[in-house]
């Protein structure tokens, strides 16, 4: 039944497929027309760190389940008896937990009792950016490749989502059924920290753009950029590994971008037109951190830390040849060559796009890799996030979801 979904699903879609493979090459990425505009730029052409993340890597996944609908989603809640020997069980926030003090301590025991997850890291992960569909601009999916609106959520305080607004044009079950949407926003809760989602995350979003295109997205809300949309392309939804990957790798664009991390720059004039760098703001003009996109990173910020210990020294020439291309294809060349001169400092050839991007991959590899020694840049990025404990709990949480998932 599920590989007949599959199938379905297949045959559905390979008129878009047939034009989606080149679009989402177009759209992702722009080359950046100034200095502080990049993270923005790579993400979407509103200057919002949409991400949606491409998986170019369909051998990678050996262990991790390769198809999305063979997979079904645990609930997003758990009980005492799906902890661990090893964990303790909070009945308040109705999550399962490691106690432990030292960074040393937590590292071990959550090896011992979680062990290895490395199958959920996409060594691939060929992240890309597509603009998510808007209900706004009327019938969504007119052109080739363009990603379909299927459902609009708003998200509540207990995390339950509300239906806001839905495709009526789309009536095909395996789309449209509520339950479905319901499914993928309950793996959304189940993998990432909630009390993160609470603080932040104000929309879900379902779209589809056809299997393995982009396959999801977070972006700041429009009216509302101190809450984020989260964005799933219903048909890529399921535990695979750049499901988990991509997800993670999302979650690390909002944890490092949020309003405490980066206060939304509400002086920010929309551009001319699509094709059209705006103006600097005037909050981008006396930004003395780094200049996200979205706002100016506070000086403690992840963000700007990250900037300024693995990027200061090599952003001038990133934006002096960035900005010389003049085409889609010369960025492409551009930002390749970029990542072989300088292939220890990152996790992923993606990474190297821009460090909005670099802090999210780097994040991912952060969960959902053993830490590291340490002996290139690359992996002292990953050691970055080790010194933070809110992060280090953020990894604990999500690499116990994952082993839970695994032993069910
Ligand atoms: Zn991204």
């Known amino acids: 039944m599920k590989k007949i ?36 730029d790579a993400a979407s052409d509103e200057q919002t760190a949409v991400a949606t993340e491409m998986d170019d890597s369909a051998a990678a996944a050996e262990t991790a389940p390769d198809s999305a609908a063979d997979v079904s989603f645990a609930g997003a809640e758990m009980e005492p008896e799906d902890c661990f020997p090893g964990e303790l069980y909070d009945p308040e926030e109705r999550v399962c937990y490691i106690e432990c003090d ?47 609106p299927i459902a609009r959520y708003n998200v509540d ?72 949309q989260f964005g799933v392309d219903i048909v890529d939804a399921g535990y695979t590994q750049d499901f988990v990957h991509t997800l993670v790798h999302e979650f690390g664009h909002v944890v490092t971008l949020e309003k405490n991390q980066v206060p939304p720059d509400t002086s920010r004039p929309s551009p001319p037109s699509e094709d059209e760098e705006p103006e600097p703001s005037p909050v981008e003009r006396s930004c003395q951190t780094f200049y996200t996109g979205e706002g100016c990173a506070n000086l403690d910020s992840y963000i700007n830390q990250f900037y300024q210990q693995f990027w200061s020294d090599i952003y001038e020439e990133f934006m002096a040849g960035s900005n010389a291309t003049e085409s889609q294809e010369e960025y492409d060349q551009f930002t390749a060559e970029f990542y072989d001169q300088y292939q220890d400092r990152f996790v992923s050839e993606y990474a190297a796009t821009n460090p909005g991007e670099d802090i999210a991959d780097t994040f991912a590899h952060f969960v959902l890799k053993e830490k590291p020694d340490g002996d290139t840049i690359a992996a002292q990025k990953v050691l970055f996030f080790y010194q933070f404990e809110p992060l280090v709990k953020m990894r604990t949480h999500m690499r116990g979801q994952l082993a839970r998932l695994n032993n069910n």
């Open 5 to 40: 979904t599959v199938i379905l699903f297949t045959l559905l879609f390979l008129a878009l497929l047939a034009a989606c493979g080149g679009a989402v090459e177009e759209k992702s990425a722009a080359p950046p027309a100034d200095s502080n505009s990049v993270t923005a």
């Open 102 to 148: 030292t960074e040393e301590e937590c590292l071990a025991k959550e090896e011992e009792i979680y062990g290895d997850l490395d199958e959920y890291l996409d060594p691939e992960f060929g992240g890309d950016t597509v603009q998510p569909p808007d209900f706004a601009d009327g019938p969504a999916g007119e052109e080739d490749g363009e990603p379909i």
């Open 157 to 228: 305080n207990g995390l339950e989502i509300v239906l806001l607004e839905k495709n009526e044009e789309v009536t095909d079950p395996d789309f449209a059924d509520p339950s479905r949407h319901e499914e993928i926003w309950d793996a959304i809760r189940y993998l990432l920290p909630n009390d993160v989602l609470q603080e932040d995350v104000g929309r879900f979003y379902v779209f589809t753009d056809g299997p393995d295109n982009g396959l999801a997205y977070v972006k700041p809300l429009p009216d509302n950029p101190e809450e984020w």
